[in-house]
């Protein structure tokens, strides 16, 4: 039992987090901090990432042995991961200032949230586009434009981040990838909890449930075909978080639940914690469900 803190200590260690500066991925880069980790804030929305690395300097970590001097523990960068070239730009200067590259957590994605019975999109969706709520999009119209903007972000984004960390871990024979996936890439969304009386119909969108499906699919692969390198791929799936959701909305979600509620969004710390660490060593190719058994009905 003495040698358990080691097992979650991410001293010298440096994290890659997309999406870093979204609801869940300052959360993931907070975690990553605190313990020990220097972290890449990477997101679509520069500003965002800057001001969010800028926070997390500020943060003590829990083990001071090791700790450079000599740079900043956090730095944002501005990254487009449907881009190519903005994804290579982020490791080649991730590695420019830390000389490593030990964990990527892809948390970049289109997730559109009922709010207040209005709909907002994290820091990393600020290119979707403006003229559509896409709550109120049917499956039979949904616009092919939409379909492979999300297809771009959620999916290909996360197979080139893969890509371009995947190069830096081989060469070092050592890396962890954990992608971020929702319960809506295990089961179909239940449309009846977006619905308000005496209003259109809503609905969670298609592309969220088939690209989500799709990062576990990727999680597989990407297991099986680091496997015997050092490299080891995993999942994390997250329930629905609250986020100044309606009443209305809460209840009928909370109602699907064996918790009876969201999650708080400093609830998956622990689990990417877990996977980011050696506690975590002898698990690849898995998918670790934290969902307040949303999935177990």
């Given at each position: ?8 200590d ?11 500066a979204?609801l ?14 220097h ?34 523990r ?38 559109p ?11 990393s969706?600020?290119n ?12 039979e119209?949904?616009?092919l ?8 972000v ?12 995947g ?5 070092q024979?050592r890396g ?20 308000v ?5 809503r ?19 990407l ?11 995993n ?7 609250y ?14 639940t ?29 998918n ?10």
């Amino acid at each position: 039992m003495d040698n358990l803190p080691k097992l979650f200590d991410l001293t010298g260690r440096v994290a890659v987090v997309t999406g870093g500066a979204g609801l869940l991925g300052v959360e993931f880069c907070r975690t990553l901090m605190e313990a020990g980790a220097h972290v890449v804030v990477a997101d679509i929305d520069e500003e965002a990432a800057k001001s969010t690395a800028a926070s997390l300097n500020d943060i003590q970590p829990a083990n001071q042995v090791g700790i450079s001097e000599s740079h900043e523990r956090a730095m944002g960068i501005q990254t487009d991961v449907s881009s190519k070239d903005s994804v290579r730009k982020l490791v080649r200067t991730t590695l420019e200032e830390y000389d490593h590259l030990d964990i990527l957590v892809n948390s970049a994605a289109l997730d559109p949230k009922v709010e207040s019975q209005d709909v907002s999109f994290s820091r990393s969706e600020t290119n979707q586009p403006a003229d559509l709520n896409p709550l109120n999009q049917t499956f039979e119209d949904y616009p092919l434009e939409s379909w492979h903007h999300a297809m771009d972000v959620n999916l290909t984004g996360m197979f080139l981040s893969c890509q371009a960390a995947g190069k830096q871990m081989l060469e070092q024979k050592r890396g962890v990838i954990i992608n971020i996936s929702s319960i809506y890439g295990l089961v179909g969304p239940d449309q009846r909890i977006y619905q308000v009386p005496d209003e259109p119909p809503r609905y969670k969108p298609v592309y969220y449930s088939v690209t989500k499906a799709g990062v576990l699919g990727l999680t597989r692969y990407l297991a099986t075909y680091y496997a015997g390198k050092g490299i080891r791929v995993n999942a994390l799936t997250p329930g629905g978080v609250y986020t100044d959701q309606d009443d209305a909305f809460l209840d009928a979600y909370s109602g699907r639940t064996l918790m009876g509620r969201m999650a708080e969004k400093n609830e998956m710390n622990g689990a990417i914690l877990f996977l980011a660490s050696d506690a975590s060593s002898y698990m690849t190719g898995a998918n670790l469900v934290v969902d307040g058994g949303w999935t177990a009905w």
